[in-house]
């Protein structure tokens, strides 16, 4: 089919465009040239901004569209509006975040959606969710019965430019006693990026409609499997200390971002964010691969980045020393 991916440069994208092409899909890629000038050089790059430089799209026809790049409805609303009736299928990449709250375990696909405080709001950085869930109105409203709404929770693996899942990966792979958040039982939901990718293009092929939740495993996991198997596919000699989530507060260290994976369970907002319900996912065919797959395909990507190269979340090895040594004092 003829592919036109929003994006398709940097991550879930990126990959969505390999599993394209080595399909033998005819892929255009629309973006700004910032990222990935250089990536698929046989593939067609449109440049352009989305917001309000679409002039590269015009006249053009396309069986599906993937949009990657949309967080604001005043410009997925351009991308609807200008392609409607030039494009056969619309994927919107949504996210979780799109549910008003998590206070529930196993939310599935009809919960109710965040609001925006009002339709002019455009903070992307306090408003995310519920902005997503104004795009995906945008989709379904040009594109009704050719919509499909894709809501991944953590994409993680090869690629991954945002160093959550991958601060764990390099972790346990490196000696030394380990700092690790809160609860060994805290569930955790994560989605490698190939696994995803495959399945959303895959949906993209049949013209599924509709909104899915994208996240895994099939069953759960959690924090101390997790930090488990980085430390066995790593190879990394020490112990796991965890320290509990009041200490960390006290600290000052920041969940999810200084400590990734980390949601704090005093937070009744955020019980559900790592359980939601992927059964409809399943259903449609999602595949999920063993998570030591994910693990061991994100250390061989993480070994060929400068390792001196600042991470974007995570702490350092020198903070996380200071942070168990505080730990143990406060022990004795
Ligand atoms: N990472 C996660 O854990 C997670 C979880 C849930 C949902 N998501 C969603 O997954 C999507 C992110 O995917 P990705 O970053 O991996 O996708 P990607 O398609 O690999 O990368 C983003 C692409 O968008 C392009 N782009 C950004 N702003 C643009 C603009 N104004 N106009 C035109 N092109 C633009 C970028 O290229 P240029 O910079 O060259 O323009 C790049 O090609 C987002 O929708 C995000 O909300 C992510």
């Not at 991308?79 to 009736?85: K, M, N, Q, W, Y």
Request: proline share 6%.
């Amino acid at each position: 089919m003829r592919l036109l991916i929003l994006g398709g440069t940097v991550f879930l994208g990126k990959h969505i465009a390999e599993a394209a092409l080595s399909a033998g899909h005819d892929v255009t890629l629309f973006h700004r040239g910032q990222h990935g000038r250089d990536l698929f050089p046989s593939t067609e790059h449109l440049l352009g901004d989305r917001d309000g430089g679409l002039a590269a799209l015009e006249g053009r026809r396309f069986d599906a569209a993937i949009d990657m790049s949309g967080y604001l409805p005043r410009v997925v609303r351009q991308s609807v509006e200008l392609l409607a009736d030039s494009v056969g299928h619309y994927t919107f990449i949504s996210s979780v975040s799109a549910y008003r709250s998590f206070t529930e375990i196993g939310l599935t696909e009809d919960a109710p959606l965040a609001k925006l405080p009002s339709e002019s709001e455009e903070d992307i950085g306090t408003w995310y969710g519920a902005l997503k869930a104004r795009c995906e109105a945008e989709v379904s409203r040009r594109f009704p019965g050719r919509d499909l709404l894709i809501r991944p929770g953590l994409i993680v693996g090869p690629d991954d430019p945002s160093d959550r899942f991958t601060y764990w990966v390099a972790r346990g792979a490196r000696d030394g006693e380990v700092l690790a958040p809160g609860r060994p039982g805290h569930p955790v939901q994560v989605i490698d990026v190939r696994d995803l990718a495959a399945w959303t293009l895959a949906m993209a092929e049949r013209g599924a409609s509709g909104a899915y939740n994208a996240a895994g495993p099939a069953t759960p996991l959690t924090m101390g499997e997790v930090l488990a198997i980085c430390r066995e596919v790593g190879g990394g000699v020490g112990p796991l200390t965890w320290v509990t989530e009041g200490f960390l507060a006290e600290q000052g260290v920041a969940p999810w971002t200084e400590m990734p994976l980390f949601i704090p369970e005093s937070d009744p907002d955020s019980i559900g964010l790592d359980s939601v319900s992927i059964r409809r996912a399943l259903e449609a065919g999602l595949s999920l691969r063993p998570l030591r797959d994910t693990v061991q395909g994100t250390l061989v990507w993480e070994r060929t980045r400068p390792q001196d190269a600042p991470r974007r979340n995570g702490i350092t090895a020198k903070r996380e020393q200071e942070l168990l040594a505080a730990w143990h004092k406060s022990r004795t």
